[in-house]
Nanobody, 122 residues
Framework: VQLQASGGGLVQAGDSLRLSCEAS????????MGWFRQAPGKEREFAAV????????NYADSVKGRFTISRDNAKGAVYLQMNSLTPEDTADYYC????????????????WGQGTQVTVSS
C-alpha cells in the first residue's frame, strides 16, 4: 500500500493550497481517509476525515470553514482544499487510510503517506 501526498509549499497568509493524496495497493473506495498535520515541536493532530463514499466529512475546529476534504474514488485520490491559510497552519500534512474507522484519532488508521510540507508566512 502506498499513499503519496503532494501539493505542499510556501505561501503567504490568506493564500490557498490544495493537497492531493494518491493511493495504490488498496481498494480505495472501501477506506475512510483522513488528513492529519504535525507542526514543528508539536504532536500530530487531526485535520479532516471523509467517509468511503465521500458523503460524510468531519473537521477539526481549527480548520472548519476554511478547509474542505474531498475524494475521487475513480482516481483513488483524496484532496484537502485549504483556504485563508494562516501561519498557524504551518505543518507537515499527512494523509491516512482506515479500513474500519471513521475517526479523528490517528491510532485508528492503517496506512500513512509520507507527508507534504506546508509553510505559511505572515
Amino acid at each position: 500500500v502506498q499513499l503519496q501526498a503532494s501539493g505542499g509549499g510556501l505561501v503567504q497568509a490568506g493564500d490557498s493550497l490544495r493537497l492531493s493524496c494518491e493511493a495504490s495497493g488498496l481498494t480505495f473506495s472501501r477506506y475512510f481517509m483522513g488528513w492529519f498535520r504535525q507542526a514543528p515541536g508539536k504532536e500530530r493532530e487531526f485535520a479532516a476525515v471523509i467517509d468511503s463514499s465521500g458523503g460524510r466529512t468531519n473537521y477539526a475546529d481549527s480548520v472548519k470553514g476554511r478547509f474542505t476534504i474531498s475524494r475521487d474514488n475513480a482516481k483513488g485520490a483524496v484532496y484537502l482544499q485549504m483556504n485563508s491559510l494562516t501561519p498557524e497552519d504551518t505543518a507537515d500534512y499527512y494523509c491516512a487510510a482506515s479500513r474500519t474507522y471513521y475517526s479523528t484519532n490517528s491510532i485508528m488508521y492503517d496506512y500513512w503517506g509520507q507527508g507534504t510540507q506546508v509553510t505559511v508566512s505572515s
